[in-house]
């Protein structure tokens, strides 16, 4: 590869870019002589967050405004640091999407402040866990044996594993920021810990393509008497198409010559893993040994996924654009096919209690039984760690609230989007495609979501709000009960907590607020300080 950036790159589709800003192209409109006022706000704000909100620059994901409780994915220690977006790597990336939006080096100056809050926190081996602390170690197992260990929802936070994650973005949103940060300005203080992330990731990978939930591999926590989960092979939450993207922007934006076959060796693998007719989808996990659909966590069956199999169809679309492949295409007649044959009966759509505004959308079971094609519906009974249950049956009435049993897709959408990518001309997307470049590639300049046009008054009333607090303040999103030990009654024949998001005082899983309490949120920062750059831009009406 040639040692040169393009003047113009054109990227391809979503995989490489998910949440770039695509704002070009809006008329601008004035803001009536507001820009001074409006990047006062963004630094207020910003200066609020990084001085008074995070934790030596580490961030959770809300917290109250005295800061007395906060909360990542559940309730933090005020000493610890959450990687999951919206945690420390997403506000890393807006930092830098600010600073590229302003020029102002106060921006890049909080970015490094994150940079070096991350790199704190990468593990010997390279990667990142969902969350550490600057207590130390000992002050994290606590926290697992105690408020993690007590979530009854949230299994992978009720064993303390000691290695790292992909799980969630756990380490790829930190690698990715940790790419941006050096090829911005070539800082050799990023490439070590950009180096040791990328040795992590070449490492973890299995020599059929895939990755690990979890590296470096553990087999200690056997759950209901079935097999650790964390070696196999992941899909859900997007970890193998993830750790894929990042190695795409590696390659493009620095050259990595050794880098590309372990890029195509995944990319090819998504073909081998999708099932056979009739059950033509994905599964969100498979065993190494035979590459065949495995269970995760208790709500999590050894299924073909109908969720998993939308999403892995558009990434299928997004590989073809990446290599003009045909085989990545060629299954996707056969998926589409498999999810309008699960297309569930009027008669379980009315116990579904749901409905989609959608004519063309279906409702489908989201687990569907590799074996026998039956759906698997997952229920609970109890109400906490110490005496719940999950149980899967046919029945889809009362099944669990925070783990959609059903869902509604789209076969038509489905079928127009593949028929307008199989039209792309071959020669076009070898031209775009940055894995057939001999010249390296800008990254985007943006990572965080631009919202639409932005409205004046939105703009003024964020504004105001800085002015008159000095931060934002929003709706807290959820809460959970306190951390509570000692004994609880037996609840297990009862189901009073199926449908609920969390059970009852013994269980920290968090819920939805509803008493209009409010916080600082990290993703409300984020969204309007994005809003606030859209402004900058003219994207106003």
Known sequence: ?????????????????????????????????EKEDILNTMKSA?????????????????????LSRSWGEMEAKRTMVWIQPPGT????????DAYHATGDEFYYEAAEKVANVLIWGQLECGGW?????????????????????SGWRLEEFRHYYGNATYDDLGTISAAKFLLRMYVEKNDPAYKVPLEKVIHFILESQYPVGGWPQRYPLRYDHPFEGKEDYSSFITLN?????????????????????????????????????????????????YTVTDLKPAHARSYEPRSVNTGTTVGMIYQMMEYYKLTA????????????????????PETEVRKWHRKSDNPDEILVPRFIDPDTGKPLYVHRKGGNIYNGKYYIDQNIENTIAHYSSATFVNPEQLR?????????????????????????????????????LVTEKEISNLMAQVKKQGYWLSDLPS?????????????????????????????????PCTDGQQCISVAAYIKNMMALIAALEGNVK
Not at 255 to 284: H, S, T, V
Request: hydrophobic residues 35%; contains cysteine.
């Open 1 to 33: 590869m040639k040692h040169m950036l393009k003047p113009v790159c054109i990227k391809v589709g979503l995989t490489l870019f998910a949440g770039a800003c695509l704002c070009g192209g809006i008329q601008a409109h004035s803001l009536n002589g």
């Open 46 to 66: 910003t200066r609020y967050m990084m001085d008074s909100v995070s934790y030596r620059g580490g961030f959770v994901w809300n917290y109250l405004p005295d």
């Open 89 to 96: 790597p997403s506000v890393g990336h807006l930092l830098l």
């Open 129 to 149: 866990n969902y969350v550490f602390d600057f207590a130390g170690e000992n002050s994290l197992k606590e926290w697992y044996e105690t408020v993690g260990k």
């Open 237 to 285: 939450d997007d970890v193998t198409p993830e750790i894929i993207d990042f190695l795409i922007q590696c390659y493009q934006a620095m050259g990595l010559q050794n880098i590309k076959e372990p890029i195509m060796r995944a990319m090819y693998l998504m073909i081998i893993l999708q099932q056979g007719e009739p059950y033509a989808g994905w599964a969100d996990q």
């Open 325 to 344: 492949d045909t085989r990545f295409l060629s299954g996707i007649p056969a998926a589409i096919k498999f999810l309008e044959s699960q297309k569930l």
């Open 416 to 452: 127009k989007d593949f028929d307008e990518v199989k039209k792309i001309d071959k020669n076009k997307l070898l031209f775009q495609s940055p894995l057939l470049s001999d010249e390296l590639c800008p990254l985007p300049k943006y990572y965080t979501h631009c919202p639409r």
């Open 479 to 511: 809460t959970s009960h306190p951390y509570r030990c000692g004994w609880t009654p037996d609840l297990s024949g009862k189901e009073d907590y199926s449908r609920k998001m969390v059970g009852d005082d013994f269980d920290t899983s968090p819920y």
